[in-house]
């Protein structure tokens, strides 16, 4: 079958291809977070059972996370709308990690061809192929509930930007820091929400490749931004606040209280279940002046104080002049590292696996 033009998106990107001839390897971390990746592939072919009926109508993912189901106006839902929400809102949140798992593959590649060291290369080639098995286990469960959404033009926008960047720190602070860390916090919510074991079963190997992924982007990160003249480090931290500010304009601000535009594959949903989005609209501003709150519910994780911004801190991607941007755009530079270091692999040469999470074989 020829390749389908109408669904492809061509970027024209400035990054730089880098060669090099140096074969040793003077960052032992990085070169045993590679071995480490290596013997730890797992194939969503062999290693699920996809025996396992899928019932979309049913909670695969709780929506109290959001509160949605506690307004009044989803309360009055006959039995069929709720089943109807249930399956498509979940598969508009499942729409966004496959579309993502595919910028992820994108942006590794990116950095395999980018990265100034052997080592880097090496780790970056093993996290392309992490994310090639990503889109392909989602794409599989995703088949099993037969509803697919495209994917959010915030989410499109911040991986674009991060793929249009001009230099690899950029891009492995875009994908390895921000959007990893906003899907480490959603996958680690989703491991503990869902009610199917397969879905549950993938969330954990994927979140066991993604606690690498996190651990790269501290290790490799952190030591060029150290090295980097002063104006370069500013312009990294620009990118970094700029990337920052996008996610939290487009999800309400870091708490999701404040105003966001509507995403169009969201209205989709609310019109496959015969909700109004003015009436939507209206019961979510009621319910914010009534003070319900999505609030995080104890046990879950929240990207952007436990992850995402302790992540850029941690590598000095935070400098005087951009903690200021911060501030100003009412952003709390958080820098606690107790989840983030939890979640992460320590990559401390042993291959011993987190001891929370299932082993293959
Ligand atoms: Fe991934
Ligand atoms: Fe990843």
Known sequence: MPTNWETADILKTPMEICWQFDYDISREK??????????????????????????PSKPIVSQTRNGLDRLPLFKRLSTTQRETFVAHATAHQLSQFLHGEQGALMTAAALTHAAPDYEGKLYAATQTMDEARHVEAYEMYIRKIAIIYPISPWLKGVIDDTLLADHWVKIAIGMNMVVEGLALGAFHNMRRTTTCDLLRRLTELVLRDESRHVAFGNLYVRETLADMHQDDREDVAQFSFEVIQSIAKAIGGVDGRGERKPDPGFLRVLDEVGIDHQDFIRAIIEAGAAGMRAEVPAGQVHAFKDLMMPALVRVGAVTERSRALFAEAGIPVWDDLGVIESMEDSSSGDLSLDPTLPQTN
Do not use: F, G, H, P
């Not at 480490?36 to 062999?46: G, N, P």
């Open 30 to 55: 990085l070169k045993n977070l590679y071995s480490k990746s290596k013997k730890l592939q797992w194939d969503a072919e062999q290693d699920l059972d996809w025996s396992i009926e899928v019932d």
